[in-house]
């Protein structure tokens, strides 16, 4: 498996009159892993929905630009959307399990795309969960309620339930934000590992977390892509005041 | 000091109501149940279910045409107000666009608030003749128009707004954050709704489901309007009907001096009330069972 690379030219969101997203262009690389980071409000979830598509749900929104992943336009016409989320996973904030067994949450995905033969999916399931470093907890009790797992056990099932569609692409969204630090930890050794096999964007509000994780980083500012190069320049040799000052915890 | 004690008194004192109003069912229950104690004396319980010879005159009161009756305009009312509402309910809330939502969602609050004699008299006015010369003849079949079919119609267009409106919230009240991962994982609006939501709001859908059915199985005046009244079981769709509800409104007050009747209408209310809590015990189990299953 080898992740994707995705290339955003003049991208425009605009809500209403408010701009979200101010002309962003930028291309990520494939099998790394990419930060997003700048303070509240300055489109970094904005920006990760678009690469999936989820933005579509949000009425009135109105898009501009490109989104090319593998080299082809998301938002062309002819693209199917459901075979887009497939390619393109994607993790939320918050753990959100879906009303299931945890077995029916994992095979979800494949089954939503048509695989159906129990032995796969079975299959899928211990793999995934494997991957996850949940397997050995669970395995007992996978026709339990996926709600009954512990909230840092939720965010990896969600992790493991995204990889099961065996997508290229992993967008996380502030995925520890509501993880105690010991189940924080996890997911972060467990995505700096996978990102062998996937090209991971992940948006965070938190600069350490960044550092640790990140190989290359987006600095946003007020819908503005402010800066964006290899993790170590920015961090260490920021080009934009703006940035320096981000990250030198001036706003926050 | 004074804050606790005034704690403590509203503490009692809303026991009050809310202990008083359980105790109005147990106090109907045992009302009826002594009112229809004489005929419950004089005519054994399966003669009263199962007879269908309906002569007050001579003493005979077989409830079976009235249960007959009951039945089918109910059945008829939920075999078409369930599927029409749940659509609808899934559209406003999964499909429709923010305006056309809040067009649409106050109109059918508004529908579900109006009183039962209008859709009685919308009834007579519209549905008995379009069941008479538009629907009857398409099947080759003459009536009058005030049938099972015309009633259970009026009782749908009464319980469509009450189960759309209460199905709308429960699928509303589903959490974002599940809709999202299903349609993040690539599913479909149709499949998120089949597999995520309907699941999860299923307990709710079915508690709107029991209020429209409870509503239906009771309401009397505006199917009264249309049944046609003849105590007779109904052997098709076209055939009038004669719902317990509507025997209760028409009688009660009227024949009293025929003996044992007044006491034959208490027992046909104590059979409505049984049937709706019995049915709402059931459901509760059902709510019950099914919360356990995916919480």
Known sequence: MAGKPITISHLNVRIGDRNILKDISVSIPPNKITAIIGPSGCGKSTMLKCMNRMIDLVEEIDIEGDVHIDGENIYGSGIDVSLLRKKVGMIAQTPNPLPMSIYDNIAYGPRIHGQRKRTDLDEIVERCLNTVGLWSEVKERLEDPAAKLSIGQQQRLCLARALAVQPEVLLCDEVTSSLDPVSAKHIETELSSLKNDYTIVFVTHILRQAKRLADYVIFLYLGELVEYGPANEVFFHPKDPRTAAYIEGVFG | ?295
């Open chain 2, 1 to 295: 000091m004074k804050r606790q004690i005034i704690d403590r008194i509203v503490g009692r004192l809303t026991f009050i109501p809310a202990f008083a109003a359980s105790l109005l069912l147990i106090v109907m229950t045992g009302v009826l149940c002594i009112r229809s104690q004489e005929i419950l004396l004089n005519q054994s319980l399966p003669t009263l279910l199962f007879s269908s010879v309906w002569q007050p005159m001579a003493g005979k009161f077989g409830f079976l045409p009235f249960i007959a009756g009951t039945v089918w305009v109910t059945f008829v009312a939920m075999a078409l107000s369930i599927p029409i509402s749940l659509f609808s309910a899934i559209y406003l809330s999964q499909y429709a666009h923010r305006r056309i939502k809040a067009t649409v969602q106050p109109l059918i609050d508004l529908l579900a608030g109006i009183p039962s004699i209008v859709f009685g008299l919308f009834g007579v006015l519209l549905l008995v003749p379009l069941v008479k010369d538009l629907i009857a003849p398409a099947f080759h079949i003459s009536t009058s128009g005030y049938c099972v079919l015309t009633g259970g119609l009026v009782l749908a267009i009464m319980v469509v707004p009450l189960i759309t409106s209460i199905a709308f919230e429960v699928l509303t009240a589903v959490p974002e954050d599940m809709r999202i991962a299903s349609l993040a994982m690539g599913a479909n609006r149709w499949e998120t709704v089949k597999y995520v939501v309907f699941r999860k709001a299923f307990p709710g859908i079915v508690a709107a489901v029991v209020l429209g059915f409870s509503r239906a199985f009771g309401e009397t005046m505006a199917v009264l309007m249309v049944v046609g009244n003849v105590a007779k079981i109904p052997s098709s769709l076209f055939d009038p009907a004669y719902p317990i509800p509507a025997l209760i409104a028409n009688n009660y007050g009227e024949m009293m001096s025929i003996p044992l009747y007044d006491s034959a209408l208490m027992f046909a209310a104590l059979l409505l009330l049984v049937v709706v809590v019995i049915f709402n015990i059931i459901a509760n189990i059902v709510l019950i069972r099914v919360k356990r299953g995916i919480s």
